[in-house]
């Protein structure tokens, strides 16, 4: 369990938008740069961490009650997709670092996948 | 590192190229994104992805990548299993979602 | 007017609240034996301006910074807690209401009072004007949310309306290719469902399986229908088109299985899992197409058990 920004210190990412919930506490990570699996096998509440960035990646949060995105390999997410998560009160962050690096990061800070929460995944046989 | 090593850690399943574990893995990427894939990804590479399209098979040869991790327990498709094996490309299937994977991967000293 | 109803709220609470909700239970208490000069340094190191002063358990009296300052005026620094002290010790007990708290600060002017168990007498607390504060504010804060929930909940609109059945239902049109704009549908859809106060996770599932279903009517259709049925034990959620229709839907339906245009993967979609998503996110689903006719995918979420 771990801040915003302490991950925004970790990824040396910076804030998209939402500066002002970066108190927001994470558990769970979840990486994925397509969005049924995220759909299928997150969990609400996690950090989604993925390279897309199009509208879809936030209706997908929003479905799922995800609140806080991270952008991976350096993408820069435009105007429509800041507004979007601004209307839906979602954090968005962006980083320079590859998946791998920043889920790895993250992973030995003690971000954990639901798989280690055993918590029932929607949707998941 | 080689791929036996991080096979043997991480019980994933071997579903083709068994003969082909010694390979060095020199670093990792994760993406599901082909065209990601083949402008980042650096030879070597081990690829955690959940996609199971024949065509991750031709990626992998291209880029002359070190095998592919299948995440998420996906059932690989028959055509990808059969262009792999031709090809003797190891591909690993892990019931493990990407982001976990990616952190025991990491873990072990596959990083960049 | 509402200002006026705050007030009105927050004397309430200073009648529903005891002091034990707000007093704080951490208490660095001393013995008569410290002397000022130590005792500057546990107010310093703790944050705090005040403390009781306790002897084999029992409450002795209260020193406060005051003392302090007074002591280091006279050059008394080296005096000990004994000497200096207030024995007149005012306490209050865990159960009285805040409204008795409230009337003994304004008519002592003191700082802060010990908060004492009425049987045996142990020091329970410290209770400060700062701890009321708090401790209204957070109740304020409980209620207002929950006030914030019930204006937004439609829910008993089931129970207002008497019919042997009452079905609410909403319709979205979805445009065909429009990439942007796709997932609004579900989005208001879900809204709805949260405005009528279904529990969070089968919101949560009917929206995946909503999400789910239009976005294959964006990237396979020339456009079509999203609609919810919402009755008290159901949400019956139908997608159809009149697109180019599923050829094999066994096939269909195989995790994997995709025949949407590498465009569609790119943007994070056609990997072959939207239809398993719908039927694992709902509790029984059904898929008629037609080749050259169309689609049609209903899909049901019981409310009363759990999948």
Redesign the interface.
Known sequence: MMTLKEIIVILKAEVVTGADKLNMKIQIGCAADLMSDILAFSSPGALLLTGLTNPQVIRTAEMIDIKAICFVRAKKPDNTITTMADDLNMVLLRTDLPMFESCGRLYKEGIVSIDNLGIDKNGRE | MKLEAIVEKMNMKVVSGSSQLDREVT??????????VIA?SKEGDLW?T????QNIVAVAQLKELSGIIIV?N????VETLKKAKEVGLPIMVTE?????I??????LGV?? | MAENKKYTKTQELTYELRVKDVMNRTVVAVSPKTTINELREIFRDNRISGTPVEDKGKLIGIISIEDVINCLSEGEMDAIVADKMSTNVEVLRPDEPLVHAVSKFNKSGFGRFPVIERDGGKLAGVITKGDIIKGILEKLEIHYHEEEIQRHRASYIFDDIVADQTTLSFQYNIKSKDFNRAGESSSQLKKALNCLGIQPDLVRRSAIAAYEAEMNIVVFADGGRLSAAVQTSQIKLTASDSGPGIPDIEKAMQPGYSTAPDWVQELGFGAGMGLMNIKNCTDKMDIQSEIGKGTHITAIIYLNNKK
């Open positions: 670093g990792g990427y994760a993406s599901d994104l082909m065209s990601d980042n955690v959940l996609q199971i399209h998420n996906r059932n690989i498709e493990l979602p990407a982001f976990e990616i952190g025991k991967l990491y873990e990083d960049r």
